[in-house]
């Protein structure tokens, strides 16, 4: 067999090995969507002026100055509209790390306070969360059902009078399950209790209004809507006090000091626009309808395996499915291989293992949740895509469970010591 470039329509990812069946000779696919998506050409167009001729700093009083004002101020407003939120409530950041840090941190939480959170959220808040505990605040981390879900109830139960801020998160990113928001904004807002939601996997994927979930604080990420990676925004309602995490200019507001990212955020603001647009053509539905496709070939075709939380409450373009009796990096390495670009459920570093924390906390176990795939599809996806997904999937599981079976023969029942298995069941 030798070797032949295979052209793709993402960028060349190197030298493919020509294989026999014509089914596997397309290209590589990239499902990973919830990891980032790439920049729209759209998108791609209104940043070059900022890039490379439109000089200015937003801050400058000059002509070039107040031309990279009225650019930014232009991306508030399309971001803003996004959300139903006022400009003046959008603080740009560099994505939704700092807009969790800048909401979770900001909030001024005083020692003794309580936060009460999820035990499903992203790490840019569990940590921030964490940091908090260690400063004197205590954390409530409430559990969630089988389906991914938080229950308002819980978050009822867990009220104090020392409750300060409730995190709870709009769309899980492995799972992609949706979060009960608008009940736990209710229950917020009747209790005085600040709410703040990371709304990082629901932007642009279903309709987002800070209105009806009644949050006070809300974060995005552009990278996650096909804007530019190193952008995103803190939603901050009105009269609601944040103190900043950096210092030094006056900013955003006084709210986050340092000179604005103008191509980025122009950048962002145009992908807000898509995002809107996208929720009304008919997009979301065809992204739901692949997806589907994708999860019930994928369930036909292999005995064993299943998804991962609720099917009906959660973003359209994300599935997270566990296959039995397979070495879950095994199948993401094979998969990769395979021109299949994916992401598990779990974190791998020298060889050890750590199943993902969401999948743990909705009852999986380590086993399950290390034998777990999230394949996440973008408005870039093609129905071509997703059946060379279907075809590559079944493949490799089959050969990795005929792989395992025959070593289990060789090896007499011995388990292989960096193999990441483990019980199917706790
Ligand atoms: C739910 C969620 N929150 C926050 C983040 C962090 O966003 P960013 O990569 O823009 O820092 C991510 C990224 O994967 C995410 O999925």
Same mark, same amino acid.
């Given at each position: ?55 200015? +700093? ?113 769309? +899980? ?175 791998? +570093? ?77």
């Amino acid at each position: 067999m030798g070797t032949r470039y295979i052209p793709a329509t993402g960028p060349n990812l190197g030298p493919v090995k020509v294989v026999r069946n014509l089914r596997q000779l397309k290209r590589s696919v990239y499902l990973d969507a919830n990891a980032t998506t790439a920049l729209l050409p759209e998108v791609y167009d209104v940043m070059v002026p900022y890039l490379l001729g439109e000089c200015g +700093n937003a801050s400058s009083s000059h002509r070039h100055g107040r031309q990279a004002r009225a650019a930014l101020e232009n991306a508030r407003q399309q971001v803003a509209y996004l959300l139903n939120a006022n400009d003046s409530e959008i603080v740009f950041t560099s994505g939704g790390t700092e807009a969790d840090n800048l909401a979770i941190l900001g909030a001024q939480t005083e020692p003794g306070a309580h936060i009460i959170t999820s035990s499903i959220e992203h790490h840019a808040g569990l940590h921030a969360v964490e940091k908090l505990e260690r400063k004197g605040c205590e954390a409530t981390y409430l559990p969630v059902g089988a389906n991914g879900q938080v229950n308002p109830v819980d978050v009822f139960s867990a009220l104090r009078p020392s409750t300060r801020l409730i995190s709870i998160m709009l769309a +899980n990113n492995e799972t992609g399950v949706l979060q009960p928001a608008e009940e736990i904004g209710r229950i917020a807002r009747e209790h005085g209790v600040l709410f703040h939601t990371d709304a990082v996997q629901a932007a642009g994927k279903v309709p987002i209004d800070v209105e009806r979930i009644g949050c006070d604080l809300l974060s995005i990420s552009g990278h996650k809507m096909h804007g530019p990676q190193g952008t995103g925004a803190l939603f901050v309602r009105r009269g609601v006090k944040l103190d900043p995490m950096f210092l030094g200019g006056m900013q955003e507001l006084g709210r986050r000091a340092g000179t604005e990212n103008i191509a980025g955020i122009v950048g962002f603001g145009e992908a807000a626009v898509l995002a809107r647009n996208g929720l009304k053509d008919g997009s979301l539905k065809k992204l739901a309808k692949l997806r589907d496709a994708l999860e019930n070939s994928v369930l036909l075709e292999v005995e064993d395996a299943g998804v991962n939380g609720s099917r009906n409450e959660r973003v359209p373009n994300t599935t997270n499915i566990w296959f039995g009796g397979i070495d879950g990096p095994a199948l993401l390495a094979m998969l990769d291989r395979m021109g299949v670009s994916v992401s598990g459920g779990s974190a791998c +570093n020298s060889g050890a293992c750590e199943p993902s924390h969401v999948l743990i906390a909705m009852g999986l176990t380590p086993g399950r949740a290390i034998r777990s795939v999230r394949f996440s599809l973008s408005k870039q996806t093609t129905a071509e895509d997703v059946d060379f997904a279907i075809w590559q999937v079944t493949e490799a599981v089959g050969k990795l469970r005929e792989k395992e079976a025959t070593s289990r023969a060789t090896r007499n029942g011995q388990r292989h010591p960096k193999a990441c298995t483990g019980p199917e069941r706790a």
